[in-house]
């Protein structure tokens, strides 16, 4: 059984960056899937990005080229650079792990992102 513990949410102005860390208590951390979502005030939980044990990656369309997802096997780490922040990226940020893509069995607290414009 995994267990995620998410950290570096916080309050930032449109335009700036934040990394968020996710450290997972597991055996076999580079085995798994692992995967940002987020959830929005009235929103349902959306994908944001995720990295394949081999590190592939995957980004929703609104955050391409904004975001970075990379892992640290090492650590037992999975990170989200979010750069050129916007009002819109403002949510609950979820990490996730699962042994296959699209399918999590695993769930972090979730850490609070405020983008101000």
């Known amino acids: 059984q995994v267990q995620l513990d998410e950290s570096g949410g916080g309050l930032v102005q449109a335009g700036g960056s934040l990394r968020l860390s996710c450290e997972a208590f597991?055996?076999?951390?580079?085995?798994?899937?692992m995967a940002w979502f987020r959830q929005a005030p009235g929103k349902e939980r959306e994908f944001v990005a995720h990295?394949?044990?081999?590190?592939?990656?995957k980004y929703t369309d609104s955050v391409k080229g904004r975001f970075t997802i990379s892992r640290d096997n090492a650590k037992n780490t999975v990170y989200l650079q979010m750069n050129s922040l916007k009002p819109e990226d403002t949510a609950v940020y979820y990490c996730a792990a699962g042994e296959f893509i699209n399918y999590y069995s695993a769930w972090g607290q979730g850490t609070l992102v405020t983008v101000s414009s």
């Open positions: 990295i394949s044990s081999t590190g592939g990656t």
């Open positions: 597991a055996r076999t951390f580079n085995s798994y899937v």
